[in-house]
């Protein structure tokens, strides 16, 4: 697996620190990341690129290097060179939670760095309160069966945790094989089979799924499969659940290149200056903000709502995508003449 080019570590002498005041907010698939900074360098604030993120990590964050899967990233307009000492930045973009049903530590992360590779940690907060994401589940045994052409998929129960008024984009099983372990995070790696299931209700379910798909051959070598559950969003269809089998070694001499799946791109946005944030593009109720938290407080609030996920009616399903709907996968599914 190579979720990212370079893994983060935070640096000995920082140029930015945060402030008082900083949070998050999830409403559906959008978050909205807000932080007030505290500039200490001002020569190389203002010559360097930054970008705040959200990652989901295992256990808090005490610096060094940063394992984890990267959630959501602003980036910042370049600082000017006679912004104030304290300044407030915020944002709002699409959220990619990591797959899997599990608690985890988030974490916001101040980065510098150049050419979209923001390797450089200056400041770290993490939340105390765990969070859990409301996604589609795999539930119960899942297996699958090779055949000379096709693959048998089969899976006990697929459920959507959601409220019931909140149905989910259009559901699709899809059996990769990888170089390693799937982990929940960007992946590469050679798409096997795969199957579109359609939408689930909030709280319904699949039972008893028993599908066969044609495959696709594998290269020779060790390759790690893995059964994934894809939901079609407004940026294209992204992992929800998985499930990883044990590895098997491949037949084929020859196959397509591996598919590359790593988080959307996000557009930058402007540094306000001052001490209110902007306004927020997706208004989330007040008891799911998570903002002004002083870090190390310990003031566990609800940021994530099942009443906020997709809606099935502001959904483009792959048939009708046109340009914006054309993902790595369905592109390449096509090739393969699946």
């Known amino acids: 697996m190579a979720a990212y080019p370079t893994v983060p570590s935070t640096v000995n002498s920082p140029a930015i620190c945060l402030g008082a005041s900083h949070g998050y907010a999830i409403a559906g698939d959008q978050i909205h990341l807000n932080a007030d900074l505290n500039i200490l360098d001002f020569e190389y604030a203002t010559s360097t690129a930054w970008t705040l993120q959200l990652w989901a990590i295992d256990t808090p964050f005490v610096g060094g290097e940063l394992p984890g899967i990267k959630v959501a990233e602003i980036i910042l307009d370049p600082l000017p060179e006679t912004a104030s000492a304290s300044i407030t930045v915020a944002g709002s973009t699409f959220v990619s939670p990591p797959a899997g049903a599990r608690d985890w530590t988030l974490l916001l992360v101040l980065a510098a760095g150049e050419d979209g590779d923001f390797r450089h940690i200056h400041a770290f907060a993490n939340y ?7 996604l589609p589940r795999i539930l119960g045994k899942v297996g699958y069966r090779l055949t000379e052409d096709q693959i048998e998929l089969t899976v006990d129960e697929i459920r959507n945790p959601r409220d019931p008024v909140n149905m ?8 990769w094989a990888l170089a390693a372990p799937y982990a ?14 359609g939408s689930l209700p909030g709280q319904g379910q699949h039972l008893d799924l028993r599908t066969t798909a044609h495959r696709a051959p594998t290269p020779q070598g060790c390759w790690h499969p893995v059964l994934m559950l894809r939901e079609w969003t407004l940026a294209g269809y992204v992992t ?37 944030p902007p306004t927020t593009s997706v208004a989330a109720p007040p008891s799911q ?30 048939p009708r995508a046109g340009r914006i709907g054309a993902s790595i996968f369905g592109r390449l599914w096509k090739r393969l003449g699946f």
């Open 128 to 134: 105390p309160r765990p969070e859990r994401f409301a």
């Open 240 to 276: 929800r659940d998985y499930t990883n089998f044990d590895p098997y070694l491949g037949e084929a001499p020859q196959i397509p290149k591996p598919v590359q799946i790593a988080l959307t791109p996000t557009p930058a946005i402007s540094v306000a200056l001052g001490a209110e």
């Open 289 to 318: 903000k998570y903002m002004d938290e002083e870090i190390g407080a310990a003031q566990p609030r609800d940021i994530q709502d099942p009443h906020e996920s997709i809606d099935q009616t502001e959904v483009v399903d792959p």
């Open 168 to 175: 989910s984009g259009t559901l699709s099983l899809e059996l």
């Open 184 to 197: 929940g995070g960007a992946f590469d790696g050679i798409p096997l089979a795969g199957v579109v299931i």
